[in-house]
């Protein structure tokens, strides 16, 4: 996979050579612990895995050479390499994707079977250049540039007015300039790709979508708020949907509680007890507006069976942190 997306050998091994140092400092550990670990044993063990890992060095270069030896040498090769050099910041020159850097641009992720269904009345009625990387039969990277900036408005009009629907999710980053600014749109169209998987209509552009977008990119934030809120909310009877949903309400309502029985059809009551459960099983007080459940309870839709459904489609091109490699 290294080479075929042309990373460099020497990163390659030196990943190998840190989770090597990780598994050996483990198995030193446990033999400690054993009462036959005397300085003798330990020494043999150490060379055997020097040794084993010398092996997986030389397996690893063969592997690596070989695959570079025989990987086809097209154009299409060739830009598809480009472009991650680029978007890695490895490369700063773009002469070969005949496309201008230097001027606006806005990222695009299309997962569709025929992206130019998409990208063909957008190109001819906001009159851009386009730059496209197609991953495999479902997933389009593309940047729209212009002398000009281009609006994700401009984008949204154009597929609004599609004849029919011919794509399962489209992401939307901001306009930039320059190389820096053709990296970040497509980072932040990366960013939001998993909510256009989830939504109805499959569009979602970052502007809308960016503090969930942005928080998706951070696992730290996402473990946290599964632990804090989700998981416990999920101990209800019914998995926590009514509970969810009545939180919901309440957001929808800025804080009104009346507000959101009369949205839910129950009594006031009703809500306030709700409320009252979801305090006890997180084990804590809390805001109905807080930042932290309103985000815990929007990343908690992306995990409904819509959102999964339509996840699947993008296979493994889609890493979070926007470099589009991996799930």
Same mark, same amino acid.
């Given at each position: 996979m290294a080479a075929r997306r042309g990373l460099d050998l020497t990163l390659l091994?030196?990943?190998?050579?840190?989770? @090597? /140092?990780?598994? =050996? =400092?483990?198995?030193?550990?446990?033999?400690?612990?054993?009462?036959?670990? /005397?300085? *003798?044993?330990?020494?043999?063990?150490?060379?055997?895995q020097s040794s084993a890992f010398e092996r997986l060095l030389w397996i690893v270069h063969e592997e690596f050479s070989r695959e570079s030896a025989v990987m086809p040498r097209t154009a299409r090769a060739r830009k598809a390499a480009q472009i991650h050099r680029l978007l890695r910041g490895d490369d700063h020159d773009a002469s070969g994707l005949e496309y201008d850097? !230097?001027?606006f641009h806005l990222g695009?992720?299309?997962? !569709? *079977? =025929? *992206?130019?269904?998409?990208?063909?009345?957008?190109?001819?009625?906001?009159?851009v250049r386009c730059l496209t990387l197609t991953l495999d039969d479902t997933v389009t990277w593309s940047w729209l540039g212009s002398r000009h900036p281009v609006t994700a408005?401009?984008?949204? &009009?154009?597929?609004?007015?599609?004849? /029919?629907?011919?794509?399962?999710?489209?992401?939307?980053?901001?306009?930039?300039? +320059?190389?820096? +600014?053709?990296? %970040?749109?497509?980072?932040?169209?990366?960013? #939001?790709?998993?909510?256009?998987?989830?939504? *109805?209509?499959?569009?979602?552009?970052? /502007?809308?979508?960016?503090?969930?977008?942005? @928080?998706?990119q951070d696992d730290l934030l996402v473990g946290s708020l599964r632990k804090i809120f989700l998981d416990p909310l999920s101990q209800g009877r019914d998995g926590g949907r009514t509970l969810k949903e009545t939180l919901r309400a309440v957001i929808t309502s800025d804080g %009104?509680?009346? !507000?959101?029985? !009369?949205?839910?059809?129950?009594?006031?009551?009703? #809500?306030?007890?709700?409320?009252? %459960?979801?305090?006890? $099983?997180? &084990?804590?007080?809390?805001?109905? $507006?807080?930042p932290g459940l309103q985000l815990a309870l929007l990343l908690d839709q992306l995990d409904e069976p819509t +959102?999964?459904?339509?996840?699947?489609?993008? +296979?493994?091109?889609? =890493?979070?942190?926007? %470099?589009?490699?991996?799930?």
């Open positions: 091994l030196r990943c190998y050579a840190a989770g @090597a /140092s990780v598994v =050996d =400092d483990f198995v030193m550990q446990e033999a400690c612990r054993t009462p036959e670990a /005397s300085v *003798p044993v330990l020494q043999r063990l150490r060379q055997r850097v !230097s001027g695009l992720i299309i997962v !569709s *079977p =025929d *992206p130019t269904e998409v990208l063909t009345p957008i190109t001819s009625t906001i009159g408005t401009a984008v949204e &009009g154009c597929v609004e007015r599609l004849q /029919s629907k011919t794509f399962a999710a489209l992401a939307i980053g901001e306009a930039g300039r +320059g190389l820096t +600014g053709w990296r %970040n749109t497509h980072r932040q169209a990366a960013a #939001v790709l998993p909510i256009a998987l989830h939504l *109805p209509l499959g569009i979602a552009r970052y /502007s809308d979508h960016l503090v969930l977008g942005s @928080a998706l %009104n509680v009346s !507000s959101a029985a !009369s949205m839910l059809g129950v009594k006031r009551h009703t #809500v306030t007890q709700r409320m009252r %459960n979801a305090e006890d $099983m997180i &084990g804590r007080a809390f805001r109905p $507006m807080s +959102g999964t459904a339509r996840s699947t489609q993008v +296979g493994s091109n889609c =890493d979070r942190r926007g %470099n589009t490699e991996k799930t």
